[in-house]
């Protein structure tokens, strides 16, 4: 079993960034695929970033060359980087874990539909 535990959302303007942390036990064998999904109430989660054990990562179209998403294993910690923010990024953000050895892409896609996941933190962006 795999806990986490998200920090660092807040409130910014357009254009302005954030650096959002998720903390996690240290059960590897659950962990290969992790990263972070968002989900505005009343819509579908939607994937954000991914990371996998080799180091691959992968990101969604909507986010891509705006976030990072990173990993300190020795501090069992997981970071997205949110840079350049817009209005539309503006949701509770989850970071996730899965099992399964599978590619960045791959990964990005399940992510979403994870057991292991943190309760979120919220980013709220404003025009």
């Known amino acids: 079993q795999v806990v986490l535990v998200e920090s660092g959302g807040g409130s910014v303007q357009s254009g302005g960034s954030l650096s959002l942390r998720c903390a996690f036990s240290r059960a590897t064998s659950d962990r290969y695929c992790m990263g972070w999904f968002r989900q505005v109430p009343g819509k579908a989660r939607e994937p954000v970033a991914a990371i996998v054990g080799d180091g691959g990562t992968a990101y969604g179209d909507s986010v891509q060359g705006r976030f990072t998403i990173s990993e300190d294993n020795g501090a069992n910690i997981l970071y997205l980087q949110l840079n350049n923010l817009m209005p539309e990024d503006t949701a509770m953000y989850h970071c996730?874990?899965?099992?399964?050895?599978?590619?960045?892409?791959?990964?990005?896609?399940?992510?979403?539909?994870?057991?292991?996941r943190g309760r979120g933190t919220q980013v709220t962006v404003s025009s």
């Open positions: 996730a874990a899965r099992p399964e050895r599978v590619t960045p892409s791959r990964c990005l896609e399940i992510l979403p539909f994870s057991i292991y």
